[in-house]
């Protein structure tokens, strides 16, 4: 009895130290891999990764209905998170093209990285994208300016700036300015295109991206 009692005792704090231990949004990859053990995407399909203004475009489909697309947003992530996670959330799919929506949580509370720590981070995803996938299409959709985040505003702007320049060069790439339409003529950010949260967007704001994105679905 005392033998049993060590052994239960041992698998409780074995998983209490799996839980402390395993990296951040191991539960969201999770998820994805299950559904994809059940469902295995096309080849050759459209990807959308990210952060939370992916993981909540849940009309995606829809949206862009002439295209088989994947979402693997997962909401909070980084940069450096999507990087950590690419052979479980990109690499399987041999996409034939990827929108990339992250960098905004990079520089808000708590990390504040710096705008060209953020064009460092995306330089490296981009690298394991372009080694892996030569000939698929890359694009990155701006850091969009959230009422909630108005202090880093000028960090937004300055990311932006940077990652653009840095893709001007690159074949196969596309800079997609949405922060330019969520803004009003005198630079201010649009409130009416937010949830109350003044963080993610509402149908409206996913319209302009819609708008924005459509037509590099077929460049």
Known sequence: MKMIKLIFLFLIISGYSYSQSAPAFWNDIASFKKSDSSHFP????VLFVGSSSI????????DF????????????????????????IIFPYSPKKIFVYCGENDLAAPYYASAKEVLKRFETL???????????TISFISIKPSPSRKSIQPEIIKAN???RQFLKDKKNTHFIDV???????????????????????????????????????NN
Not at 42 to 45: E, F, G, T
Not at 55 to 60: D, E, L, S
């Open 126 to 136: 981009f690298c394991m994208m372009r080694t892996n996938f030569p000939k698929a």
């Open 179 to 217: 922060y330019k339409f969520m803004a009003d003529k005198n630079g201010n950010i649009r409130g009416d295109i937010f949830r109350p949260d003044e963080l993610h967007m509402n149908r409206k704001g996913y319209e302009i991206w819609i708008r924005e994105v459509k037509p590099y679905l």
């Open 65 to 88: 209905s002439n295209d088989s697309i994947i979402n693997r947003g997962f909401g909070g992530s980084t940069l450096p998170d999507v990087t950590r996670y690419f052979y479980d």
């Open 42 to 45: 096309p080849k050759d399909a």
């Open 55 to 62: 993981r909540f475009w849940t009309t995606i489909q829809q």
């Open 161 to 163: 700036f940077l990652v």
